[in-house]
């Protein structure tokens, strides 16, 4: 995978969505107009981590489906994350979480292309949270496009996901009663006969 790093930008979202090309990663420590969730901004301080991966469908393990794209990868980086020693935690379904957000993940998908986006606070967030390890950014987005690179199978992350929900290792969401909730193969949960994908 092509990697492209500036010093500064607007957001690597928007970079690749303007100029796509698939098995390319834009990345930066500095974005100042970065894309979040449900409309919102993702405006990260000077230091941390902000990157977008342009992949093409066919790329994808065989077995994932579009909808569970967020959930793949964040499990993903949460697992590299834990391995420096993080005690960071997943909150369905595109979070990770230490307290407060730390990471979030959003994804589009344009002319077969997914372009799979993240922020990351490994140094420091105002109104969030930041990680609770030292990690050098290149470092953690290296390793993530590894483990991309490996194409792991859905069964597999989604067997991990299960394990956490069900053991309670998930953090709970003030919208949703995780606890009676059931955690579907797609990466939804049902909760009173309602399957639901996202919160936004």
Not at 107 to 124: A, E
Request: aromatic share 12%; glycine share 4%.
């Amino acid at each position: 995978m092509e990697i492209i790093y500036f010093n500064e930008i607007a957001s690597t979202q928007k970079y690749l969505l303007e100029n796509l090309k698939k098995n390319v990663c834009i990345w930066s420590e500095y974005q100042t107009d970065g894309i979040g969730s449900r409309g919102n901004s993702w405006i990260g301080e000077r230091g941390n981590l902000f990157f977008s991966c342009a992949i093409h469908k066919n790329s994808l393990p065989n077995d994932l489906k579009l909808q569970s794209i967020s959930i793949y990868y964040m499990f993903l980086l949460k697992e590299i994350l834990n391995s420096y020693g993080s005690q960071i935690k997943f909150k369905w379904p595109n979070d990770l979480y230490l307290e407060k957000k730390v990471s979030g993940c959003i994804s589009n998908i344009k002319n077969d292309i997914i372009i799979v986006g993240i922020g990351l606070n490994t140094k420091k967030s105002q109104n969030f949270n930041a990680l609770d390890v030292k990690v050098n950014n290149k470092e953690v987005l290296t390793k993530f496009l590894e483990q991309i690179q490996k194409n792991i199978l859905w069964s597999e992350i989604y067997s991990k996901l299960e394990n956490e929900f069900y053991n309670n290792d998930f953090v709970t969401n003030d919208n949703l009663e995780l606890k009676k909730a059931k955690l579907n193969y797609d990466g939804s949960i049902e909760i009173n006969n309602e399957r639901i994908y996202s919160l936004r």
